[in-house]
């Protein structure tokens, strides 16, 4: 471990906010990683509240269980279950509203991660630059003889390289699959509120019309 550290102390002042950047990177990915759970979003009780659906008495037990776990999934529910008494039109314009402002909270922390993937490589290439300015510095000095005098140079160009894509390319990895993490579960939302909306008009249609919405 010592001897990482000081091989990363040769990458020069560029190493700083590299580091910084890694450290965030991995602080998003652990609270993306627990946020973005199936279980913890698409909660099942829900999904069986809703399945459950086949009067008026059961509307309000699914809003009482979407109130005792709130989250993305049951704001989107509690949305159509509050509005049940708006027009058709009107109350899907409300679930459709609700869904994009929890779309953004299944979203959180993704934009840092692509920076990140986008700003890393940049770092390292800017920490090369450096480096190779360096070595040319110390090259018109005292010539290219003294090769211990430009390994100095060379190997910070060549560390910081080497930490920008490292930092970089798990944070492209990161933001690409909790991105189709949160597009599924974005789906998945979709699917249940569209049968929490059947069942609401079969409800309200009386019970002749529940068999068509199951």
Do not use: W
Request: one cysteine or more; charged letters at 20%.
């Amino acid at each position: 471990m010592t001897e990482i550290f000081a091989e990363l102390q040769k990458g020069g002042i560029v190493m700083i906010p590299l580091l910084a950047a890694s450290v965030l990177g991995l602080a998003v990915f652990i609270e993306r990683l627990a946020a973005l759970r199936r279980r913890k979003v698409i909660v099942p009780e829900i999904v069986s509240a809703i399945g459950r659906i086949e009067d008026a008495d059961d509307l309000r037990v699914a809003e009482r269980i979407c109130e005792a776990n709130p989250g993305a999934f049951a704001g989107v529910v509690l949305a159509a279950l509050r509005n049940r008494g708006l027009p058709r039109d009107e109350q899907r314009e409300v679930v459709l509203d609700q869904g994009r402002q929890e779309v953004r909270s299944l979203e959180r922390g993704l934009v840092v991660l692509e920076t990140i993937a986008s700003v890393g490589p940049l770092l390292g290439l800017m920490g090369t630059v450096i480096g190779m300015v360096k070595v040319f510095n110390v090259i018109s000095r005292v010539g290219i003889g003294q090769a211990n005098i430009l390994s100095g140079g060379i190997s910070e160009a060549l560390i910081t390289t080497v930490t920008g894509l490292a930092v970089g390319i798990p944070a492209l990895v990161a933001y690409n699959y909790f991105t189709s993490r949160a597009e599924g579960l974005v789906l998945d939302i979709e699917k249940h509120t569209t049968s929490l909306m059947h069942r609401m008009r079969a409800v309200a249609g009386g019970n002749g019309e529940m068999q068509d919405a199951v």
